[in-house]
Protein backbone atom coordinates (compact mmCIF):
# COMPACT_ATOMS: atom_id res chain seq x y z
CA UNK A 1 0.00 0.00 0.00
CA UNK A 2 0.96 3.29 -0.30
CA UNK A 3 2.54 5.32 2.91
CA UNK A 4 0.94 7.49 5.24
CA UNK A 5 2.53 10.33 3.88
CA UNK A 6 1.67 9.31 0.44
CA UNK A 7 -1.89 8.00 1.13
CA UNK A 8 -2.45 11.72 2.47
CA UNK A 9 -1.24 13.64 -0.22
CA UNK A 10 -3.43 11.58 -2.87
CA UNK A 11 -6.15 12.12 -0.79
CA UNK A 12 -5.45 15.61 -0.66
CA UNK A 13 -5.24 16.40 -4.29
CA UNK A 14 -8.08 14.76 -4.86
CA UNK A 15 -10.44 16.39 -2.72
CA UNK A 16 -9.55 19.61 -3.92
CA UNK A 17 -10.92 18.88 -7.03
CA UNK A 18 -8.03 18.65 -9.00
CA UNK A 19 -7.36 17.54 -12.94
CA UNK A 20 -6.59 13.62 -13.42
CA UNK A 21 -4.79 11.81 -15.41
CA UNK A 22 -4.69 7.76 -16.04
CA UNK A 23 -2.54 6.39 -18.59
CA UNK A 24 -1.91 3.02 -19.31
CA UNK A 25 0.49 0.97 -21.36
CA UNK A 26 0.26 0.67 -25.13
CA UNK A 27 -1.84 -2.32 -26.84
CA UNK A 28 -4.16 -1.84 -23.78
CA UNK A 29 -5.60 -4.96 -22.80
CA UNK A 30 -8.48 -5.80 -20.46
CA UNK A 31 -6.65 -4.76 -17.39
CA UNK A 32 -5.26 -1.80 -18.67
CA UNK A 33 -8.93 -0.51 -19.64
CA UNK A 34 -10.59 -1.94 -16.63
CA UNK A 35 -8.07 -0.52 -14.04
CA UNK A 36 -8.53 2.96 -15.91
CA UNK A 37 -12.06 2.79 -16.19
CA UNK A 38 -13.07 1.26 -12.93
CA UNK A 39 -10.99 4.30 -11.58
CA UNK A 40 -12.20 6.81 -13.47
CA UNK A 41 -15.88 5.66 -12.44
CA UNK A 42 -14.76 5.60 -8.67
CA UNK A 43 -13.22 8.85 -8.79
CA UNK A 44 -16.07 10.82 -10.39
CA UNK A 45 -18.69 8.65 -7.82
CA UNK A 46 -16.64 9.54 -4.74
CA UNK A 47 -14.92 12.72 -5.33
CA UNK A 48 -17.11 13.86 -8.60
CA UNK A 49 -13.91 14.34 -10.64
CA UNK A 50 -14.09 13.66 -13.99
CA UNK A 51 -10.76 11.82 -14.78
CA UNK A 52 -9.13 12.00 -18.72
CA UNK A 53 -7.92 8.13 -19.49
CA UNK A 54 -5.65 8.34 -22.15
CA UNK A 55 -4.40 5.40 -23.37
CA UNK A 56 -1.05 5.75 -25.93
CA UNK A 57 -2.88 3.78 -29.21
CA UNK A 58 -6.10 1.69 -29.88
CA UNK A 59 -7.55 -1.00 -27.96
CA UNK A 60 -9.19 -3.96 -29.60
CA UNK A 61 -12.61 -3.79 -30.56
CA UNK A 62 -13.69 -6.95 -28.05
CA UNK A 63 -13.11 -4.01 -24.87
CA UNK A 64 -15.58 -1.65 -26.87
CA UNK A 65 -18.65 -2.38 -24.86
CA UNK A 66 -16.82 -1.32 -21.43
CA UNK A 67 -18.73 1.64 -19.85
CA UNK A 68 -16.80 4.74 -20.26
CA UNK A 69 -14.77 3.58 -23.06
CA UNK A 70 -15.86 6.09 -25.36
CA UNK A 71 -14.69 8.90 -23.33
CA UNK A 72 -11.41 7.46 -23.75
CA UNK A 73 -8.76 9.71 -25.50
CA UNK A 74 -6.44 7.78 -28.32
CA UNK A 75 -2.99 9.45 -27.85
CA UNK A 76 -1.52 9.22 -30.62
CA UNK A 77 -4.73 9.86 -32.90
CA UNK A 78 -6.15 12.78 -30.52
CA UNK A 79 -2.58 14.76 -29.96
CA UNK A 80 -4.26 17.91 -28.84
CA UNK A 81 -6.50 16.47 -26.51
CA UNK A 82 -3.57 14.86 -24.60
CA UNK A 83 -1.73 17.24 -24.61
CA UNK A 84 -3.67 19.72 -23.25
CA UNK A 85 -5.10 17.11 -20.30
CA UNK A 86 -1.23 16.26 -19.42
CA UNK A 87 -0.34 20.36 -19.43
CA UNK A 88 -3.14 20.98 -16.78
CA UNK A 89 -2.83 17.71 -14.54
CA UNK A 90 -2.40 17.55 -11.14
CA UNK A 91 -2.33 14.52 -10.40
CA UNK A 92 -1.13 11.24 -12.78
CA UNK A 93 -2.01 7.71 -11.86
CA UNK A 94 0.14 5.23 -14.26
CA UNK A 95 -1.91 2.39 -14.35
CA UNK A 96 -0.72 -1.29 -15.58
CA UNK A 97 3.19 -0.42 -16.30
CA UNK A 98 6.55 -0.41 -14.89
CA UNK A 99 8.01 1.65 -16.98
CA UNK A 100 7.10 5.29 -18.75
CA UNK A 101 8.86 3.76 -22.13
CA UNK A 102 6.15 1.32 -22.13
CA UNK A 103 3.67 4.25 -23.23
CA UNK A 104 5.36 4.92 -26.24
CA UNK A 105 5.09 8.24 -27.49
CA UNK A 106 3.57 9.56 -23.92
CA UNK A 107 6.75 8.81 -22.04
CA UNK A 108 7.62 12.41 -22.47
CA UNK A 109 4.77 13.85 -21.43
CA UNK A 110 4.55 11.65 -17.38
CA UNK A 111 7.87 12.56 -17.55
CA UNK A 112 8.02 16.59 -17.80
CA UNK A 113 4.49 16.89 -16.00
CA UNK A 114 4.80 18.51 -12.69
CA UNK A 115 1.87 16.47 -11.70
CA UNK A 116 1.79 14.31 -8.15
CA UNK A 117 2.22 10.53 -10.12
CA UNK A 118 0.76 7.32 -8.56
CA UNK A 119 1.65 4.17 -10.17
CA UNK A 120 -0.41 1.09 -9.26
CA UNK A 121 0.84 -1.95 -11.23
CA UNK A 122 1.94 -5.90 -10.69
CA UNK A 123 5.17 -6.02 -12.94
CA UNK A 124 8.60 -6.77 -11.88
CA UNK A 125 11.15 -4.37 -11.39
CA UNK A 126 9.02 -0.93 -11.27
CA UNK A 127 11.20 1.89 -12.52
CA UNK A 128 10.89 4.71 -10.24
CA UNK A 129 9.38 7.57 -11.57
CA UNK A 130 6.12 8.15 -9.55
CA UNK A 131 6.03 9.88 -6.28
CA UNK A 132 4.14 7.36 -4.74
CA UNK A 133 4.28 3.32 -5.84
CA UNK A 134 1.37 0.89 -4.97
CA UNK A 135 3.50 -2.37 -7.13
CA UNK A 136 2.96 -5.80 -5.80
CA UNK A 137 3.61 -8.26 -8.24
CA UNK A 138 1.64 -11.27 -6.34
CA UNK A 139 -1.25 -9.49 -7.19
CA UNK A 140 -3.24 -11.08 -10.40
CA UNK A 141 -3.94 -8.05 -11.90
CA UNK A 142 -3.84 -3.85 -11.82
CA UNK A 143 -7.71 -4.23 -11.34
CA UNK A 144 -7.01 -5.90 -8.42
CA UNK A 145 -4.57 -3.59 -6.72
CA UNK A 146 -6.79 -0.97 -7.67
CA UNK A 147 -9.84 -2.69 -5.71
CA UNK A 148 -7.32 -3.18 -3.02
CA UNK A 149 -6.46 0.47 -2.80
CA UNK A 150 -10.32 1.35 -3.00
CA UNK A 151 -11.08 -1.22 -0.17
CA UNK A 152 -8.56 0.32 2.03
CA UNK A 153 -9.54 3.54 1.46
CA UNK A 154 -13.63 2.88 2.61
CA UNK A 155 -14.47 3.73 -0.87
CA UNK A 156 -16.41 0.20 -1.53
CA UNK A 157 -19.90 2.10 -1.69
CA UNK A 158 -18.56 4.08 -4.19
CA UNK A 159 -17.64 1.25 -6.79
CA UNK A 160 -20.90 0.53 -8.54
CA UNK A 161 -21.79 -1.45 -11.39
CA UNK A 162 -20.51 0.09 -14.25
CA UNK A 163 -16.87 0.62 -12.24
CA UNK A 164 -17.17 -2.98 -10.74
CA UNK A 165 -17.61 -4.78 -14.37
CA UNK A 166 -14.56 -2.78 -15.21
CA UNK A 167 -12.39 -3.77 -12.30
CA UNK A 168 -13.74 -7.72 -12.70
CA UNK A 169 -12.52 -7.83 -16.59
CA UNK A 170 -9.29 -6.85 -15.70
CA UNK A 171 -8.92 -9.12 -13.36
CA UNK A 172 -10.86 -11.96 -15.12
CA UNK A 173 -8.63 -11.26 -18.61
CA UNK A 174 -5.16 -11.40 -16.90
CA UNK A 175 -5.82 -14.59 -14.80
CA UNK A 176 -7.15 -16.62 -18.19
CA UNK A 177 -10.64 -16.25 -16.73
CA UNK A 178 -9.18 -17.04 -13.22
CA UNK A 179 -7.24 -19.78 -14.28
CA UNK A 180 -3.64 -19.15 -13.39
CA UNK A 181 -1.63 -19.18 -10.93
CA UNK A 182 -2.08 -16.02 -10.13
CA UNK A 183 -5.60 -16.16 -9.39
CA UNK A 184 -5.41 -16.02 -5.64
CA UNK A 185 -7.95 -16.70 -2.44
CA UNK A 186 -7.69 -12.51 -2.38
CA UNK A 187 -8.61 -12.51 -6.48
CA UNK A 188 -11.63 -14.91 -6.04
CA UNK A 189 -13.12 -12.70 -3.16
CA UNK A 190 -12.22 -9.81 -5.04
CA UNK A 191 -14.19 -11.12 -7.90
CA UNK A 192 -16.94 -12.46 -5.59
CA UNK A 193 -17.46 -8.25 -3.72
CA UNK A 194 -17.80 -7.41 -7.24
CA UNK A 195 -20.44 -9.52 -8.53
CA UNK A 196 -22.31 -8.15 -5.16
CA UNK A 197 -21.95 -4.86 -7.10
CA UNK A 198 -23.87 -6.68 -9.78
CA UNK A 199 -21.21 -7.34 -12.29
CA UNK A 200 -22.99 -9.65 -14.91
CA UNK A 201 -20.50 -12.32 -14.70
CA UNK A 202 -21.20 -14.47 -17.85
CA UNK A 203 -22.17 -11.46 -20.01
CA UNK A 204 -18.44 -9.96 -19.00
CA UNK A 205 -17.07 -13.76 -20.55
CA UNK A 206 -19.54 -13.32 -23.61
CA UNK A 207 -18.65 -10.21 -24.71
CA UNK A 208 -14.40 -11.08 -23.90
CA UNK A 209 -14.73 -14.12 -25.20
CA UNK A 210 -17.52 -14.66 -28.03
CA UNK A 211 -16.56 -11.50 -30.34
CA UNK A 212 -14.07 -13.47 -33.09
CA UNK A 213 -14.68 -12.37 -36.50
CA UNK A 214 -14.90 -15.03 -39.34
CA UNK A 215 -11.61 -13.84 -40.54
CA UNK A 216 -10.25 -14.12 -37.46
CA UNK A 217 -11.45 -17.24 -36.96
CA UNK A 218 -9.83 -17.92 -40.75
CA UNK A 219 -6.64 -16.62 -39.22
CA UNK A 220 -6.36 -19.28 -36.30
CA UNK A 221 -7.59 -21.90 -38.36
CA UNK A 222 -4.01 -21.37 -40.57
CA UNK A 223 -2.22 -21.01 -37.49
CA UNK A 224 -3.06 -24.00 -36.19
CA UNK A 225 -2.97 -26.13 -39.36
CA UNK A 226 -0.01 -24.91 -40.96
CA UNK A 227 2.04 -22.64 -38.70
CA UNK A 228 2.09 -24.36 -35.09
CA UNK A 229 5.38 -26.16 -34.99
CA UNK A 230 5.94 -28.36 -31.72
CA UNK A 231 9.02 -29.61 -30.19
CA UNK A 232 8.65 -32.26 -27.63
CA UNK A 233 12.25 -32.12 -27.29
CA UNK A 234 12.10 -28.80 -25.24
CA UNK A 235 8.66 -29.41 -24.01
CA UNK A 236 7.57 -26.21 -26.18
CA UNK A 237 5.68 -24.95 -29.38
CA UNK A 238 5.16 -21.99 -31.15
CA UNK A 239 3.48 -20.01 -33.94
CA UNK A 240 4.72 -17.86 -36.21
CA UNK A 241 2.93 -15.57 -39.02
CA UNK A 242 3.96 -13.42 -41.36
CA UNK A 243 3.11 -10.13 -42.53
CA UNK A 244 1.76 -11.77 -45.62
CA UNK A 245 -0.62 -14.38 -43.73
CA UNK A 246 -2.42 -11.24 -41.42
CA UNK A 247 -3.03 -9.23 -44.52
CA UNK A 248 -4.69 -12.66 -45.75
CA UNK A 249 -7.09 -12.31 -43.62
CA UNK A 250 -7.70 -8.81 -42.72
CA UNK A 251 -6.06 -8.78 -39.76
CA UNK A 252 -7.38 -6.07 -37.13
CA UNK A 253 -5.31 -5.29 -33.68
CA UNK A 254 -6.18 -7.79 -30.59
CA UNK A 255 -7.01 -10.32 -33.46
CA UNK A 256 -4.02 -12.77 -32.01
CA UNK A 257 -5.30 -12.09 -28.80
CA UNK A 258 -4.67 -15.62 -26.38
CA UNK A 259 -3.72 -17.54 -29.98
CA UNK A 260 -0.49 -18.61 -28.20
CA UNK A 261 -2.41 -20.46 -25.13
CA UNK A 262 -3.30 -23.36 -28.02
CA UNK A 263 0.28 -23.75 -28.54
CA UNK A 264 1.13 -23.81 -24.38
CA UNK A 265 -2.37 -26.45 -24.45
CA UNK A 266 -0.48 -29.15 -26.03
CA UNK A 267 0.08 -32.24 -23.42
CA UNK A 268 3.34 -31.37 -21.43
CA UNK A 269 4.63 -28.66 -23.16
CA UNK A 270 5.69 -26.07 -20.79
CA UNK A 271 6.89 -23.06 -23.15
CA UNK A 272 4.63 -21.49 -26.46
CA UNK A 273 5.15 -18.40 -28.45
CA UNK A 274 3.37 -16.62 -30.93
CA UNK A 275 6.14 -14.83 -33.35
CA UNK A 276 3.35 -11.72 -35.43
CA UNK A 277 5.51 -9.84 -38.28
CA UNK A 278 3.74 -6.47 -37.75
CA UNK A 279 4.69 -2.92 -38.28
CA UNK A 280 8.77 -4.47 -39.63
CA UNK A 281 9.45 -5.94 -36.81
CA UNK A 282 8.37 -9.25 -34.80
CA UNK A 283 6.26 -9.03 -32.10
CA UNK A 284 6.70 -12.07 -29.86
CA UNK A 285 4.28 -13.56 -27.02
CA UNK A 286 5.72 -16.11 -24.65
CA UNK A 287 3.37 -18.24 -22.14
CA UNK A 288 4.67 -20.73 -19.92
CA UNK A 289 3.37 -23.46 -17.50
CA UNK A 290 4.90 -23.44 -13.81
CA UNK A 291 7.96 -22.39 -12.71
CA UNK A 292 9.45 -21.40 -16.34
CA UNK A 293 10.34 -17.77 -15.99
CA UNK A 294 9.34 -16.97 -19.47
CA UNK A 295 10.06 -13.12 -18.79
CA UNK A 296 13.57 -13.80 -18.37
CA UNK A 297 13.70 -15.70 -21.56
CA UNK A 298 12.32 -12.49 -23.38
CA UNK A 299 14.33 -10.06 -21.38
CA UNK A 300 17.48 -11.96 -21.87
CA UNK A 301 17.13 -12.71 -25.60
CA UNK A 302 14.12 -10.46 -26.94
CA UNK A 303 13.98 -6.91 -25.06
CA UNK A 304 10.95 -8.10 -23.29
CA UNK A 305 9.96 -8.90 -20.19
CA UNK A 306 6.45 -9.36 -18.44
CA UNK A 307 5.31 -11.92 -16.00
CA UNK A 308 7.08 -15.35 -14.72
CA UNK A 309 4.10 -17.28 -16.94
CA UNK A 310 3.43 -14.34 -19.41
CA UNK A 311 5.64 -12.20 -21.14
CA UNK A 312 6.66 -10.55 -24.32
CA UNK A 313 9.29 -9.13 -26.37
CA UNK A 314 10.11 -8.16 -29.83
CA UNK A 315 12.70 -8.62 -32.29
CA UNK A 316 14.20 -6.44 -35.24
CA UNK A 317 15.50 -10.02 -37.39
CA UNK A 318 14.02 -11.22 -39.83
CA UNK A 319 10.67 -13.90 -39.47
CA UNK A 320 12.92 -17.06 -40.16
CA UNK A 321 15.84 -15.65 -38.35
CA UNK A 322 14.16 -14.40 -35.27
CA UNK A 323 12.66 -18.46 -35.09
CA UNK A 324 16.16 -19.75 -35.52
CA UNK A 325 17.82 -17.46 -32.64
CA UNK A 326 14.28 -19.12 -30.58
CA UNK A 327 14.86 -22.17 -31.18
CA UNK A 328 18.76 -22.05 -31.05
CA UNK A 329 18.25 -20.90 -27.31
CA UNK A 330 16.46 -23.91 -26.21
CA UNK A 331 18.69 -26.37 -25.32
CA UNK A 332 20.49 -23.40 -22.78
CA UNK A 333 17.26 -24.38 -20.55
CA UNK A 334 18.02 -27.30 -18.76
CA UNK A 335 14.29 -27.26 -17.00
CA UNK A 336 13.16 -27.62 -20.86
CA UNK A 337 14.73 -30.69 -21.60
CA UNK A 338 14.47 -32.77 -18.50
CA UNK A 339 11.48 -34.93 -18.45
MN1 LIG B 1 -2.05 -6.32 -16.00
Redesign the pocket.
Known sequence: MFTTDQDFKISELLSSNCKVVIVVHRNP?G??LG?SLGLQKYLRNAFQINAEVIVPDPFPDFLDWMPGSETIIIGNKQKEETNLAFQQADLIFCL?FNHPARTDQLEESIINSKAYKVMI???REPDNFCDAMLSDISAS???ELVLRWILHKKGESYVDKDAASCLYT?MMT?TGSFRFQAATATTYHYAGVLIEKGVQHWLIHEAISNQNSFYKLKLWGLALHEKLVYMPEFRTAFIALSEQDLKQYNYKEGDLEGLVNYALSIKGVLVAALFSERGGKIRISFRSIGEFPVNELSRDNFEGGGHLNAAGGVSYLGLPETIEKFKSILPSYNQLSQQ
Open positions: DDASDDHHSTCGD
